[in-house]
């Protein structure tokens, strides 16, 4: 059994794959504190409650916090005797190399989405993901990625509204049932939920002007569907996207010579 984890600024996602399908996912607040031993008495305890039997033999993880990864190593190491393939380093291969500038760094989810989208979709593709920052992937024609774009996200960009203007209550992202807002709750998730379609819609129209080409927009992420409601701009959203390139990075690095 593989067990993949992704961890994002916000949540540390966990999904065991036997081999053919997703036995489970949990989520767990991402907390650079948090012990492998805290991980495993929480993971251990799901497995459990929910009668997921399964001898873990591997693990591959993706993290934009750097400081979580040394505890999640100890877990995989000290609880289920594996190594972790780790993604963005140099033990771990990817299909196709990300064509960028020089001496940049791509954030490893950026990375993972590039190769499950790939997979289910062939190149040309702009992947949307709607996390703690919204992102733009560009992935070419042959699965590489190559560059992309990166905006505050949904709750982050309410929460700074919230924190910088005092008068200014804290909302829930919501479609709201008109545009022009007749209270200042509705007037708030008029402007977020709108002005972030006008975001997305606006950045696809000109990557797509500067590729010149047809290009498929892929949404993934907790707000993916949410946004979906008011844009018919995506081709298809995938709460699982993510893990689908873990698993897909894990084979890989297990086949390649």
Known sequence: M??????????????????????????????????????FVWLSS??????????????????????????????????????PLVVGKPDCKLPVAPRVDQGTTVGPDRLVNTVGSFDRHGGDLIVVDFGTATTFDVVDHDGAYIGGVIAPGVNLSLEALHMAAAALPHVDVARPAKAIGTNTVACMQSGVYWGYIGLVEVIVREVRRERDRPMK???????????????ELFHSIEDDLTMHGLVLINAFNKDAP
């Not at 989520?27 to 492998?36: G, K, L, N, V």
């Not at 040394?70 to 000290?78: E, I, M, Q, S």
């Open 2 to 39: 593989l067990l993949a984890i992704d961890c994002g600024n916000t949540n540390t996602v966990f999904s065991i794959w036997d081999g053919t399908k997703f036995l489970a996912t949990w989520r767990i607040a991402t907390d650079h504190r948090r012990t492998a031993d805290e991980y």
């Open 46 to 83: 799901l497995m459990s409650l929910t009668g997921v039997k399964a001898q873990i033999a591997e693990a591959i993880i993706s993290s934009t916090v750097p400081r979580v990864v040394f505890n999640l190593r100890v877990l995989c190491d000290r609880y289920f005797n594996c190594r």
């Open 217 to 231: 927009v892929i949404a993934t992420g907790g707000l993916a569907s949410l946004f979906a409601q008011g844009t």
